[in-house]
């Protein structure tokens, strides 16, 4: 099994940063994907962004321009940096971790706890 343990998340101001670690442990292989999905009260997770064991990204177009993914492979740790905060962006933000082969997703998928960000107007 994998473990995912989010850190970063707060309060913040319409147009501020924060960024989101999710350390990974357990049984972790080296080609992998991670990433962010968000959720809030009554509506459907949604994706923010993932990242290949190889660097690729996907990123929603909500987010595309103000939001980074990025990973440290030696550290099994994915983060996501948040730029320029709206409040629609407000809703807990779950890490995510799935197994993969080149582009193909294999396995079982696996989460975070989630972690709260809520950005003020």
């Known amino acids: 099994q994998v473990q995912l343990v989010e850190s970063g998340g707060g309060l913040v101001q319409a147009g501020g940063s924060l960024r989101l670690s999710c350390a990974a442990s357990?049984?972790?292989?080296?080609?992998?994907?991670m990433g962010w999905y968000r959720q809030v009260p009554g509506k459907q997770r949604e994706l923010v962004a993932t990242?290949?064991?190889?660097?690729?990204?996907n990123y929603a177009d909500s987010v595309k321009g103000r939001f980074a993914i990025s990973r440290d492979n030696a550290k099994n740790t994915v983060y996501l940096q948040m730029n320029s905060l709206k409040p629609e962006d407000t809703a807990v933000y779950y890490c995510?971790?799935?197994?993969?082969?080149?582009?193909?997703?294999?396995?079982?998928?696996?989460w975070g706890q989630g972690t709260q960000v809520t950005v003020s107007s």
């Open positions: 357990g049984s972790i292989f080296s080609d992998n994907t």
């Open positions: 990242i290949s064991g190889g660097g690729r990204t």
């Open positions: 995510y971790y799935q197994r993969s082969y080149g582009s193909i997703l294999l396995g079982n998928n696996y």
